[in-house]
């Protein structure tokens, strides 16, 4: 399997016991027997899609170095896109002993997210490659990466 920057399935392991992982991902046994590992997989791919698009704006993507910081967040991301894929009724509340809610962990992690494409740069990630900026003759920024749109922006250009 292919999982974006170098995780494996077995890395969920921080956020989620193996006995958690069949449950969130086995819908097919009652009780559950088997994780499912193509839905690991997918979760991942979607959880580092969803970090590279806000990361590209001002970064090279695939991210490195991937520091230990960063690991988390993207285990978050990840843990959060299965339980949101598989088990969407468990975001609400505590989660089955978790202690906490993991629709709340969602929104620190998109106000992260935010603050990593904002035009502020709000969060920045030291020693990650940036990439390269220019300055057109009206004197606006541009990069050289994955273009974001807001309607800040698009005024700018106007």
Excluded at 22 to 50: F, L, S
Excluded at 111 to 126: D, I, M, N, Q, Y
């Amino acid at each position: 399997m292919a999982f974006p920057y170098g995780f494996v399935a077995d890395d969920l392991l921080e956020r989620f016991s193996q006995k958690r992982l069949v449950e969130i991902t086995d819908v097919t046994q009652n009780p559950p027997t088997t994780r499912d590992d193509a839905a690991i997989e997918q979760a991942a791919i979607d959880a580092a899609g969803e970090l590279d698009m806000s990361a590209g704006r001002y970064y090279v993507t695939p991210l490195a170095p991937f520091t230990d910081g960063l690991g988390m967040v993207f285990l978050d991301l990840w843990a959060w896109r299965l339980l949101f894929n598989c088990k969407p009724d468990w975001l609400e509340s505590e989660q089955k002993g978790e202690g906490f809610s993991w629709s709340d962990r969602r929104k620190e992690l998109v106000a992260w997210l935010k603050g990593l494409s904002s035009p502020k740069r709000e969060t920045v990630l030291p020693g990650c490659t940036e990439v390269a900026t220019r300055t057109s003759s009206s004197g606006i920024k541009f990069t050289t990466g994955t273009p974001v749109m807001t309607k800040t922006s698009l005024r700018k250009v106007s």
